[in-house]
């Protein structure tokens, strides 16, 4: 058939189904109604999806410091403790409007990896698995973007945001299910492009395209094929206009003022656009006010908390209630931590040096039961009373309000199978 042929026949194919639309106005009006019902079960769809947000405090936050005080000790610091809105749960008084949101949240106060070593206990927190020289572990936000992967139609934002760093690896998983690295505030590297980049792009694919598919076809191995998933997955968010998400900037003006213009403020409320947008996994990077500007804080603790921590109460309170005011915290749990915490003993520089004996985890949302103190440290928080967990708990925990099966093995790239989540169990007061 001629090329005009090809058109003729479109064109009254077209036609012809336009025709059968017109024939009646009440269909035009079904149709209408239809398509209307789509799109908000779709929006629907992504405000309800099941979501986590890790506040990552880099270099260990003191926990004993915020979460669990020790006031009736010589190790207990300068900071008294306050009531909160959960009964019997007391946290810092430098955080003030986190204290109102505690309903929703529960301390685990009983954590216990024995990982003092900033790399090592990294790689636990985030995977479930202690460091092994023979397989490289994927982070948990890479386990929920492979699991989660087939069920997030209609959304072209990736499954696993980072911003500032990336504190693991997707391992076996492969690079696909690596995060997409952003700022802050949201910004893309080399999203914006000049006019004339822009108008040369679709040859340009078209030539990656072949050149990629020629290369997969020689037999080099998976990371090709990876290559060619990650480079889709990036031109789908490059045309999409769901990319609006990471534009913090586009946020109405209150509610950046609520939850404060700081790298923590901005990252924060980066997190929540995105989870409502329908991205499951989001680990914003939270600064902190040691000279590293991390939580590494050996020497000059308390002042630096004094600076430290109200930036952050502002931020993550204002995150906690603006979750939940948008019906969106029953759906995404969140949770703040640390390779590990701090030692319980103050040293000669007033400061306080690495401790993985026992520390805490503050955690909530998803579904999860709020309001507690899960396990406990003795009277001078040097050791665990009674049950200590493991980040393997933790991320069980999550895998279960998400989903995402227990039982489910993924298997590492020389053969082995390896449990989800380290084969760790849900911490029973959480889930019920």
Known sequence: ?????????????????????????????????????????????????????????????????????????????????????????????????????MKHLSIIRSMSTREADHGRGIYYMHSGFVPNPTIVHPTFGSVVSYELRSKRTGVDLPGFVCTNAFWGSSGYLGMSHAPLMVNASGQIPHLELSPEDRAQMPERLELLKAVESRFIKSGRGEMAQSHLDVSQQAQALFSSKQVEAFR??????????????????????????????????????????????????????FPALRNGLPPFDQAFSALIDDLSRRSLLDHTVVLVMSEFGRSPTINVAAGRHHWANGWSVLMGGGGLRGGQAIGATDKDGLSVVDKGYQPGDVWATVAQSMGIPLDITHKSKNGRLMKIAGGGTPIRELTG
């Open 248 to 301: 913090v900037e586009k946020e109405a003006a209150a509610i950046q003022d609520r939850y404060g213009r700081t790298e923590t403020g901005r990252g924060l409320l980066l997190a929540r656009r995105l989870v409502e947008a329908g991205v499951p996994f989001v680990e914003i990077s939270c600064p902190g006010p040691g000279i590293g500007n991390d939580w590494d804080l050996h020497g000059a603790a």
């Open 1 to 101: 058939m001629s090329t005009s042929g090809i058109s003729m026949t479109r064109r009254l194919t077209r036609r012809h189904c336009l025709a059968h639309l017109a024939a009646s106005g009440a269909s035009a009006l079904s149709l209408f109604q239809f398509v209307s019902h789509l799109q908000v079960n779709a929006e629907t769809a992504r405000k309800k999806h099941r979501a986590c947000i890790l506040v990552w405090m880099p270099a260990g936050a003191p926990t004993i410091d915020m979460w669990d005080l020790k006031p009736m000790s010589n190790n207990g610091g300068e900071f008294k403790p306050i009531g909160t809105a959960a009964p019997g749960v007391e946290i810092c008084e430098l955080l003030p409007q986190t204290a109102l949101q």
